[in-house]
Each structure stands twice: as C-alpha cells, then as structure tokens.
C-alpha cells in the first residue's frame, strides 16, 4: 500500500516471501521521495535486499498498492548493513552508537532483533569494519 506521509514523501509496501518464520514480518514499508514516474530510497529497509538509501527504482505496484515488482533507476553511493541478534550479550547497541557518531543511520526491530544500517559513502568503511569488528560472530550475524 502507498500512503502520502507528508509531502515529498510516500511508504511503498514490499510483501516478503516468509520461509521458516524469516522474516518476522510478511510486508515492509520504505518510505521514498516520488519524483518523475520514480521513488527515491529515504531509509535503509530491514528486510528488501539489494536496496540502500539514495537508490532510485520504479515500481510496478498491485491495486492494493503495494509493490509487485521493481528496479533499479540508478544506485547510489551508499552501502546498507544489517545486524541479526543471534544470542545474548551482543553489544549491538552499543556498536549503533558508534556508527550513528560515524554519520550512518539506522532502523531497527528491535522485538525481532534486527538492524539496518545506512553507511552514507561519506563514511570510511574502514571505520564502519573497525566497529563491526568488536561484535561476537557468535552473538551477532552481520551482512552487507
């Protein structure tokens, strides 16, 4: 479904293909700036893959509204990270700490333990790795 947030500004809904109860959620909604028959990403999605912050799509979106399929337009310059909380102690919270001090942001759910971070291309990566690199493999899961 695509509801008008505020002006400039719509969430487009991308339903998931749940397998195994992964992910928590059947739909996630991205918010995007509308531009020219496109959307432009506004926040790094927690579950849509090989979609960052900055990317321009088009959608082809049901009479629901929801996206039925999309494409990349143009890519941007930004890198999109998430963290999966696999056991406790993690220090996730700590680490989004550290990278929002570094200028990325982030989104989280956090009653599934997930988080996607935003590495604008402003941001060294080898800082991001240096953060990232104080978390237990075996407490959290790390993508890119």
């Known amino acids: 479904m695509r509801k008008a947030n505020q002006m400039n500004r719509v969430s487009l809904v ?6 195994d109860n992964w992910p928590p959620v059947g739909a996630e909604s991205i918010p995007f700036e ?4 496109s959307y432009r990403t506004l926040a790094p999605p927690l579950f849509v893959k090989d979609l960052s912050v900055g990317d321009v799509i088009s959608a082809e979106l049901d009479a629901k509204g929801s996206v039925r399929a999309w494409r990349h337009a143009r890519r941007s310059a ?3 990270v998430w963290l999966l909380r696999l056991a406790a102690p993690n220090h996730i919270e700590e680490a989004l700490t550290r990278l929002r001090a ?6 989280s759910l956090p009653q599934a333990g997930i988080h996607s971070v935003d590495v604008p291309s402003s941001v060294v990566m080898a800082d991001v790795d240096a953060v990232l ?3 237990d493999e075996n407490s ?3 993508a890119f």
Do not use: R, W
């Open 14 to 19: 991308f339903p998931l293909d749940v397998e």
């Open 140 to 142: 959290v899961g790390i």
């Open 133 to 135: 690199s104080m978390l």
């Open 102 to 107: 570094l200028g990325c942001n982030t989104v």
């Open 34 to 37: 509308p531009g020219d028959g």
């Open 78 to 80: 930004h890198t999109t």
